[in-house]
């Protein structure tokens, strides 16, 4: 059997892992929302069901405002977390793709300059230039590509700090505001 074929059928081979992979990816992203999904269902059943034992032993206003604004900083602490889980499942996808790609890219670089190589073996005489050029090709198009990529993770780093830093923003403000909500029957009753 003649190289060429051994060539695409490993080709063949390398392309259907790579989709494997990504799929394998995929599925375990989604794996992971379903499980999160099922636990937050799970524990907000159990809360619901606690919450409406303590609902029924309420017995008066006060108690009532009381309960109420002891719902706001759970519920606003839940809604945070969940969203923070969502976004690091969706983050370990992308970071998984983005490695799947990267590799992709670094064999094909690696399968061009192959070529190259070997063209630059059985190029008739005089050709030199052009496989220098080629070669100059190559070399600029890896370091625009990693200039590109370099870039992207720094932004992805950024948007990411970025993120956390107004989950934060958001969580204390949701936090004072439950403070804020819990002191304000007691304001009312050493008014009275």
Known sequence: MSAIPQQVLAS???????????????FGGFEKLVDLNLKVLKATLEEVAQKS?????????????AFTSSLVQPGAEKALAYSKHIYDIVSGVQT???KLTEEQIAQGQLQ?????EQFS????????????????SLATATSAYESVSKAAKQAAEAAESNIAAATN??????SDAADAAKAAPRARRSAA
């Open 12 to 26: 063949q081979k390398a392309s259907l892992d790579k989709f494997l992979a990504v799929q394998g990816t995929f």
């Open 96 to 98: 998984d793709l983005s």
């Open 121 to 136: 073996k059985n190029a008739p005489t005089g050709s030199e230039s052009a496989v220098a050029l080629l070669k100059s």
């Open 53 to 65: 034992q303590q609902v029924i032993e309420v017995k008066d206003a006060q108690e009532a405002l």
């Open 112 to 116: 061009v300059s192959e070529a190259i």
């Open 169 to 174: 923003a958001t969580f204390k403000v949701a």
